[in-house]
């Protein structure tokens, strides 16, 4: 495959954007090589910039559970442009998204919209404190909540005392806030609660991690985290903005049978265009401005557009009562064909899956947390990820993130998929 019009455009994109992208896991740093420039895209396929076509298994980073371009969400969105596309006051396609999230969700009863994953789990965060009247926070190494100062702050010597910041620019008078704990790691949580009495607000976690390669939490650990939170007073946030609607309609809390106090949302709730949201039961909701005091806004937020899209995603995925167990077996059926590739090769591997969230790490120990994850052999993951593209797949550009499955890919995808990973796995 060639991609020499991508390159070009890449370097055009470098003059004028830090990077050439507006993100940065889309530059390729993680695996070398210039990124692609998509055109289109429509069902499981993308189409780049010089006619190559790949089949999609990041579908960006997770809105697109149906597939791209899928018919009602654009019609929606076609519908709704004409009538103008933002107003700064209130619609009633708003309380529309908001009932129908609600009741898709279980112990949930208020939703506020906001316009990010990232807005979603900074503003939870700041309800949990306003609501406990505490300050500190938990998190878990290798969980990513967005790029808000309090949450970029990463496992080091110091993780199981106050966490030290990951980007110049954050304070340590915000990173000394947040408590790192290790994922599926109970003790860490315990200690940290001991060490810290009558300081900390909430929890937040990924209840699957999709952020370091696919971590499902391990039997009994979100019920302990549960069960800390209720002993302590602190608030358990679950960042569902890459689990909520993927997973099962009800998300992680469904799906695994555990309440949380606030939930996050992003990705598939906005079916595409930039929506997140966080949701939790009255007594907490009713803390926000204008009812409460904790205060939070914007310009945007429960844009009619990105309203009407999300709303229509939700339809979809509401109405369809095989949805998530078709979306499960293809993902399944994913995960066998190329465990027996790997199987058959003589490479150190291991695959995580759950529900349509999977990733293979070039490693045969068992990867549950971050310092598992990282085990993975990257020089490794570089040559399959090149190997793949050749072959039309496209995966994530990172040894640390999740393929989503989405319910666009048929049998003869997958099957096209798994001869590629035959196809690749003896050169690498
Ligand atoms: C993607 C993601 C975010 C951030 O969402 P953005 O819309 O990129 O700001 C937060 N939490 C999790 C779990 C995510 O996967």
């Known amino acids: 495959m060639l991609y020499q019009r991508s390159s070009q455009l890449f370097a055009a994109a470098e003059k004028v954007i830090p990077g050439g992208v507006n993100s940065p896991v889309r530059a390729f740093k993680g695996v070398g090589g210039t990124p692609i420039f998509v055109s289109r895209a429509k069902g499981a396929y993308l189409y780049d910039e010089d006619g190559n076509r790949f089949i999609d298994y990041i579908n960006s980073w997770g809105p697109m559970l149906l597939g791209h371009a899928h018919e009602p969400v654009i019609q929606a969105i076609k519908t709704r442009a004409s009538l103008g596309t933002s107003f700064g006051m209130p619609t009633e396609l708003e309380t529309q998204i908001a009932t129908l999230a609600l ?120 019920e302990g ?66 009812v409460g005091p904790v205060y939070q806004a914007g310009t945007l937020s429960g844009n009619p557009l990105a309203m009407a899209a999300g709303l229509a995603m939700l339809s979809e995925i509401h109405s369809d009562a095989e949805l998530f167990s078709r979306i499960d077996a293809k993902t399944a059926y994913l995960h066998e064909g190329m465990q027996k590739v790997l199987l058959e090769s003589s490479l150190p591997f291991t695959i995580n899956r759950l529900g349509s969230m999977i990733s293979v790490h070039f490693d045969e120990s068992p990867v549950i947390d971050f310092e598992t994850a990282k085990k993975g052999d990257n020089e490794r993951f570089k040559r399959f990820f090149h190997g793949m593209l050749q072959e039309g797949i496209y995966i994530a550009p990172s040894a640390y993130e999740t393929w989503f499955i989405t319910d666009a890919l048929t049998y003869d995808d997958l099957d096209y998929t798994i001869q590629a990973v035959a196809n690749v796995v003896p050169k690498i």
Do not use: W
């Not at 969700?105 to 979603?120: C, L, M, Q, W």
């Not at 790691?185 to 999709?210: H, K, R, T, Y």
């Open 103 to 222: 009741s898709m969700v279980p112990n949930i009863d208020k939703i506020r919209f906001v316009n990010s994953g990232t807005e979603a789990c900074m503003s939870a965060i700041r309800l949990a404190r306003g609501f406990t009247k505490r300050d500190k926070i938990i998190k878990f190494a290798g969980c990513y909540h967005g790029h808000s100062d309090s949450f970029l702050i990463q496992a080091g010597s110091g993780a199981s005392t106050f966490g030290t910041p990951n980007s110049p620019g954050v304070t340590q008078g915000t990173a000394k806030d947040t408590l790192l704990a290790h994922y599926n790691n109970l003790e860490s949580v315990a200690s940290l609660f001991a060490a810290n009495p009558n300081s900390i607000a909430a929890i937040i976690i990924e209840p699957v991690a999709g952020n370091m390669g696919c971590v499902p939490p391990l039997p009994g650990f979100l």
């Open 225 to 290: 985290l549960r069960a800390l939170c209720s002993q302590h007073g602190a608030l358990l946030i679950f960042d569902e903005v890459m689990t909520g609607f993927r997973l099962a309609k009800g998300g992680v809390q469904e799906r695994m049978n555990i309440v949380a106090d606030i939930v996050c949302f992003g990705k598939v709730i906005g079916g595409g265009l930039p929506v997140g949201a966080f949701a939790a039961r009255d007594e907490i909701m009713n803390y926000l401005a204008p």
